[in-house]
Structures are given as structure tokens and as C-alpha cells.
């Protein structure tokens, strides 16, 4: 009998890998707040001095450097690129000279320099307390009666803080003092907006008198980049609730801004006190409307 045809042999069949044990890992718990809304401790306003200088000297540099930049461009518009070496450095020490030069002819320049030299010593950090305020006292005098001129530029602004970081009450009160009329502009600006911080902070007896120049301008301060910082920190950390009242009476609309009253007796300061409703207490229908739309209106816009 012949033989049938062989039968192939079923290709070896492999079991799908095996999967890995599943091992559940641990959840991390989730990271609390850093700091408390209403309370700052000593050693936190240390770190936020120090996170303040650190983006301050960042800013700094990026400046610097487009000024740089923008010199050398300057000078280069008409010359083509020099391939002598030595070419290339004598181009490059004549954008120097004319950097220096027109660094020199800003306003307050030679009080810039000064300041700076006397700065170098106040802010080390390893010295003795009697040291720095020696140094701090000269700084105070250089720039006494020029605060308000120089405390837009980035340098000097962090020369003024350092006199309001260090220095003592009256210094720190002199420059409040110098800075009257200039807070809406100085909490708007990238630089100074440090320093309106630590003035509300550090000079309670002029924390008031700051928060009145915000008035009628704080919705535009809390929608704006530099300024709604300041305003937030200055409501959350350092105001009282009067002085948080205050801040809160531009939200109610114009009317109540206009008719309020935030240096009077005591029974009107109470009533400031209570916010919204110490502003409703007996007004008439209309009114009441008015002050609520207001807020309705302000809430949404923010």
C-alpha cells in the first residue's frame, strides 16, 4: 500500500510574553502652600528678598546686553566685518569707549557710579551688622534728595531697596517720604514694583498714605502684568482690614470712590471697615442698585 504524503509539522506556536507584575507605587501627596496667605514669617521674607534680586539681576543682564547689542549694531551699519584680528579688537574696544560714553551722559550718572561703589559694600551678605549700617548711612547720603530721579533705572532701584532692606526706621521712612506721588508709576514698572512691596511692608506708619494713591486706578493695577503683584501681596500679606477696605472701595464703581470717606472720625472709619456693607448701610434703592452693579460688572472683568 503506498504511503500517503507526510504531513508538515505544525510550526512550534510561542505564548505571548508574560506581562509584568503590576505593583502599585504610592501616591505622592500632593505639596502644601509654601506659606500662609495672611502670614509671613522672617526667614520667608528673606527667600523672597532673595528670589526678588535673583530675577532683578536676570532682568539686568538681558538689558544690558541689548544695549550692547544695540551699540554695536550702531556702529556697524556701514563697515563690513574685519578679518584682521587685531581690527576686530580695536572695533571692539571703540564700542566700548562709546558705550561708556553714553552711559555717561544719562542724567544722575555721576550719582549712579557713586551709589553703586558704596552699594557694593552695603549688600554683602558677610558682614558685621554695625558694618553695614555704616555703609547703608552712606548710601543714604549719596542719594538723598535724588530717589524719586533714579528709582525707575534697574540699578538703581535695587540700590534703593537695599537701603530700604537694611537700613533702619527713619531711612526706610525718609525714602517713602521722597517717593510720595509716584507709587501708581513705581508698582507698574518691572524694577521698582520690588520696592513698593517693601515699603508697604517695612513702613506701616506710611502703608495708608500708599494705598490712597492706588485709589480710582486699582481695577487697571490688578489687571496689570507688573502691578497686580504689589496689589495682591499688599491685600494677602501685609494690609490691615481698614487699609484692606480701602483697596476694595474701587470695585463698588466711581461713586463710591468719590464719596467715601477714608481719613475721618472713628465712626466713619468703622464704617469703611465693614466694606460693602457699611457702604450700604442707609442708602436709598437706587443707589444700592447702582453699587452692586458696579461689583457685578468689576468681578467679571477680573
Not at 532683578?56 to 551699519?77: F, K, S, T
Not at 514698572?189 to 492706588?214: A, D, G, W
Not at 477714608?262 to 457702604?279: P, Q
Amino acid at each position: 500500500m503506498a504511503a500517503g504524503p507526510k504531513k508538515r509539522s505544525a510550526p512550534s506556536q510561542t505564548g505571548p510574553a508574560p506581562k509584568k507584575a503590576h505593583v502599585e507605587t504610592k501616591s505622592q501627596p500632593a505639596k502644601k502652600r509654601a506659606r500662609p496667605v495672611v502670614h509671613v514669617q522672617e526667614s520667608e521674607q528673606e527667600d523672597s528678598d532673595e528670589e526678588e534680586e535673583k530675577l532683578m539681576d536676570e532682568e539686568a543682564e538681558l538689558n544690558d546686553d541689548d544695549d550692547e547689542v544695540v551699540d554695536g549694531n550702531e556702529m556697524d551699519v556701514d563697515e563690513k566685518p574685519a578679518k584682521d584680528p587685531n581690527a576686530a579688537k580695536e572695533s571692539h574696544k571703540a564700542q566700548k569707549v562709546l558705550l561708556q560714553e553714553r552711559r555717561a551722559a544719562k542724567p544722575n550718572s555721576v550719582i549712579l557710579e557713586e551709589a553703586k561703589k558704596t552699594w557694593s559694600f552695603a549688600r554683602q551678605k558677610n558682614i558685621s551688622k554695625e558694618e553695614r549700617q555704616k555703609h547703608v548711612a552712606d548710601l543714604m547720603r549719596v542719594i538723598r534728595g535724588k530717589v524719586q530721579d533714579i528709582v525707575f533705572k534697574h540699578d538703581a532701584s535695587r540700590i534703593v531697596q537695599t537701603v530700604v532692606k537694611w537700613g533702619n526706621q527713619k531711612q526706610r521712612d525718609e525714602v517713602a517720604v521722597e517717593l510720595k506721588g509716584k507709587y501708581k508709576e513705581l508698582s507698574q514698572n518691572k524694577y521698582s514694583k520690588f520696592l513698593v512691596t517693601k515699603l508697604i511692608r517695612l513702613c506701616p506708619s506710611h502703608r495708608l498714605s500708599i494705598l490712597l494713591e492706588f485709589r480710582t486706578h486699582v481695577m487697571r493695577l490688578l489687571l496689570h502684568r507688573e502691578a497686580s503683584r504689589a496689589i495682591a501681596d499688599t491685600y494677602e500679606l501685609y494690609a490691615n482690614a481698614y487699609e484692606r477696605a480701602v483697596l476694595l472701595q474701587d470695585l463698588y464703581g466711581k461713586e463710591t470712590t468719590l464719596f467715601s470717606v477714608t481719613a475721618g472720625s472713628d465712626v466713619d472709619k468703622e464704617r469703611t471697615r465693614k466694606g460693602l456693607k457699611g457702604i450700604l448701610e442707609g442708602v436709598d434703592a437706587e443707589r444700592r442698585k447702582r453699587v452692586l452693579g458696579a461689583l457685578k460688572e468689576n468681578l467679571v472683568t477680573m
